[in-house]
């Protein structure tokens, strides 16, 4: 169904929505569940706390696209769980990428401390705009989604070094990409 | 930076982006891009192009994540090549061996090499002077005494030269004409930037009995360097070996003449790259 017939059912509080939510983008929600929480249980909480979430939250929101709203709910309430769970660890598949993305980013830098997250999320929108659709496609299933090396390539059809030499390559390019921004010294 | 903010900065990121990469379906990209769009509508058609070759005629060879893309064309393909002693200073050839086509940009900028290594026979042309076109074929023997006994019999033991990539835009391509490639290796030399393409050709000839001359198979090593990001693209091929020629391309240095090159400035679109002399 489409985006805006699932928030016309939303807007009308009939709970066909969930359903339709569930049917249309319930893989892709899971899925960003799946790739943070090993739990199946906690999978399953997550994704119900996720509908949930898009459930109060809209109306009066009317995000588009829908999609996206979701998995970042999902995405949020998973990475909480799994801070809570395990406030010392440091070994979830999300600390795994975020390693990855620290090592192309200096931690010293002049405007650590003042960067505010969202002026990072602006600069990495112009970086995502400027590459070509595969290679956003592959920084975002790893560093969005949190996808192992090996599915990304399966859902691509590459070989699985080719694309840790292409996610390498895109760190690097991000790094330049900020340097060139001011943000990086 | 710490892993926090960087978390929360890529959940504050465009949600378009985020839809986009739900699924894998790079022919319904729909995000904006900075290229310009004629630029990209031409990519993707190309791509589309040559998968949809690959699938009809069974060829296997097409790098999409390096910078290269490259096929063999089909028979009734041609392509319209600069050539100076045509009447009109062009070819058209339709029996092409290899296309190779890549990225497309705004503007390349255009570079000179000089040799960093060459191997011992071939130290009278090791010089500090920085070059965009580098032949050894005074080197080769061709029956008039003046070449050296190691290149006996070669065309051309090394020939080198630089290519800006927008001469290439909208549909142009580096073509191999008359050598039949083999298969084609892809590497990524990190340290350099380089996308990199290597790959033995040959061409054969008949005997010429009238004259005493055997058939035979002439064999190329061809190595294409790749800089993806400042749009230029050297050819390194020869026949002084796979490993010689390798420790040639891995020693080129390479600097900018200042100049940038945008696709209006160049008469030709096509270039063939078959390692010949002159």
């Known amino acids: 169904m489409e985006d805006s017939k699932i928030l016309d059912l939303f807007f009308e509080r009939s709970e066909q929505a969930i359903l339709e939510l569930d049917h249309t983008y319930g893989a892709a929600v899971k899925n ?3 790739n943070l929480l090993r739990d199946p249980q906690d999978v399953e909480e997550c994704v119900n706390d996720a509908y949930l979430g898009v459930w ?3 109306p009066p929101q009317r995000p588009e696209p829908l999609v996206s709203y979701v998995c970042r709910i999902v995405r949020n309430l998973a990475v909480s769980r799994l801070r809570s769970e395990n406030a010392s660890k440091r070994n979830s598949s999300l600390d795994l990428v975020l390693e990855e993305l620290e090592e192309c980013i200096p931690a010293k830098t002049d405007v650590e401390g003042e960067l505010e997250a969202r002026e990072l999320a602006r600069a990495i929108d112009r970086f995502l705009a400027a590459l070509s659709y595969p290679d956003r496609y592959l920084f975002l299933r790893r560093y969005w989604f949190a996808d192992p090396v090996h599915e990304i390539a399966a859902r691509t059809g590459l070989r699985e070094n080719r694309v840790s030499v292409r996610l390498f390559r895109l760190r690097e390019k991000l790094r330049k990409h900020l340097q060139k921004e001011g943000l990086l010294a | 930076m710490n892993r926090d903010k960087l978390f929360s900065a890529l959940g504050e990121i465009d949600p378009r982006f985020v839809a986009e990469a739900v699924r894998y379906a790079p022919e319904e990209a729909a995000a904006p891009s900075e290229r310009s769009k004629h630029m990209k509508s031409k990519r993707i058609l190309s791509l589309a192009l040559a998968a949809a070759l690959i699938v009809a005629l069974g060829f296997t060879a097409y790098g999409l994540y390096l910078g290269f893309e490259y096929r063999r064309p089909a028979a009734e393909e041609t392509f319209s090549i600069h050539w100076d002693d045509s009447p009109d200073g062009t070819i058209t050839w339709s029996d092409a061996k290899l296309v190779v086509t890549l990225p497309e940009l705004e503007e390349s900028r255009e570079i000179e090499f000089r040799t960093g290594w060459l191997p011992g026979e071939m130290l009278s042309l090791q010089s500090e002077a920085w ?7 005074t080197l080769s023997d061709n029956g008039n005494n003046v070449g050296i006994p190691a290149y006996q019999g070669m065309m051309q033991p090394l020939q080198i030269q630089t290519f800006c990539t927008t001469q290439f835009n909208q549909g142009g391509a580096l073509l191999l004409l008359y050598q039949t490639p083999g298969e084609i290796r892809e590497e990524h030399w990190e340290e350099k930037n380089l ?3 290597l790959f033995r050709s040959s061409i054969h000839f008949d ?4 004259y005493g001359i055997p058939a035979r198979d002439q064999v190329i090593d061809n190595i294409l360097l790749l800089n993806q990001e400042e749009g230029w693209v050297v050819k390194v091929v020869g026949q002084i070996g796979e490993e010689q020629l390798r420790k040639v391309a891995e ?3 390479f600097r900018p003449t200042g100049n ?5 400035d160049f008469d030709s679109h096509f270039a063939f790259f078959d390692a010949g002399v002159g």
């Open chain 2, 195 to 197: 996308d990199v393409l």
């Open chain 1, 32 to 34: 960003t569940a799946r």
């Open chain 1, 56 to 58: 109060n939250s809209i």
């Open chain 2, 207 to 210: 005997a010429v009995p009238d």
């Open chain 2, 251 to 253: 020693n080129l240095e």
């Open chain 2, 260 to 264: 940038t090159l945008r696709y209006e």
């Open chain 2, 131 to 137: 070059k965009q076109y580098f032949t050894a074929e």
